[in-house]
């Protein structure tokens, strides 16, 4: 990991106060706002609100959930190139990099190993140029932050930052700060967001499909996406990723089943 990863320990597994980014935009683009938030264990924040706290409690009652929490695929345009990658232990932190080989293969996607018969050269550049990548950050109150660690242009796409009117650049999916912390999914915002579907649309229930945005981000390197965009999908950017959040597609499961 780079020097100025967070801290691993359980007790202190928040972002660096000078680096944490609370999710204010401008230009379309993150910026980054001091924020002194805390959180000691695996645990929803204390502004959950009532209605939705059984669910919550359920969920972080269970420290295993948190264990294998985040699967990425990584593709080239529309093709998956190599397999699903699975965080498998307690780390609380994985990096996508450019590497061939990385000294921690249950916390790094090493992009750099991966071969694509199909490859382009566009998706090749920028690819090369990912070199130390992004790192994904879980803290411990179940939200995720992502810092990006090269210079190649990260965009990102998310419920929560749409919800959270930071998408004010309607032009596509939204470029992060370089080298902060940068807030990308809210747990709390998930919970109330898919009670919120399943109560107005019943019919939902009967398709865990339909509730896929609430636990899934995708993360596009050097090129934007979005309806008002040259490229309309991720599928036509040369190098993305999704992020599928485990822990959130349980709290689903949760809802679902009072």
């Not at 645990?43 to 409690?57: F, H």
């Not at 990102?156 to 470029?175: M, Y």
């Not at 809210?186 to 898919?194: F, H, K, R, V």
Request: glycine fraction near 4%; charged fraction near 20%; include cysteine.
């Amino acid at each position: 990991m780079v020097n100025d990863s967070p801290n691993d320990d359980l007790t202190k597994s928040t972002p660096r106060q000078s680096e944490k980014s609370d999710r204010v935009c401008k230009n379309g683009k993150l910026q980054s706002k001091d924020d002194t938030e805390k959180i000691s264990q695996y645990s929803p924040s204390n502004g959950t609100s009532n209605k939705n706290e059984e669910a919550m409690k359920e969920l972080f009652s269970d420290y295993r959930v948190f264990e294998n929490w985040c699967s990425i695929k990584y593709y080239e345009f529309n093709t998956q190139v190599g397999e699903t990658f699975h965080v498998t232990n307690n780390s609380l932190e994985v990096n996508v990099n450019n590497y061939t080989n990385y000294s921690n293969n249950n916390t790094s996607l090493c992009l750099g190993k991966l071969t694509n018969e199909s490859r382009n050269k566009i998706s090749e550049t920028i690819k090369n140029n990912i070199g130390q990548g992004i790192i994904i950050y879980l803290q411990t109150n179940g939200d995720i932050w992502l810092r990006q660690n090269c210079n190649q242009k990260i965009f990102v796409e998310s419920n929560f930052l749409t919800k959270e009117n930071i998408l004010i650049n309607k032009t596509g999916a939204l470029q992060i700060c370089t080298h902060a912390y940068n807030k990308i999914f809210s747990m709390i915002l998930a919970n109330e967001q898919m009670k919120m579907r399943i109560n107005s649309d019943p019919s939902s229930k009967n398709d865990k499909n339909n509730f896929k945005e609430f636990f899934t981000i995708y993360v596009s390197f050097g090129e934007v996406w979005g309806p008002n965009c040259p490229k309309k999908t991720i599928n036509e950017t040369p190098c993305w990723l999704e992020i599928f959040f485990h822990p959130a597609s349980k709290l689903l499961d949760i809802l679902l089943s009072q």
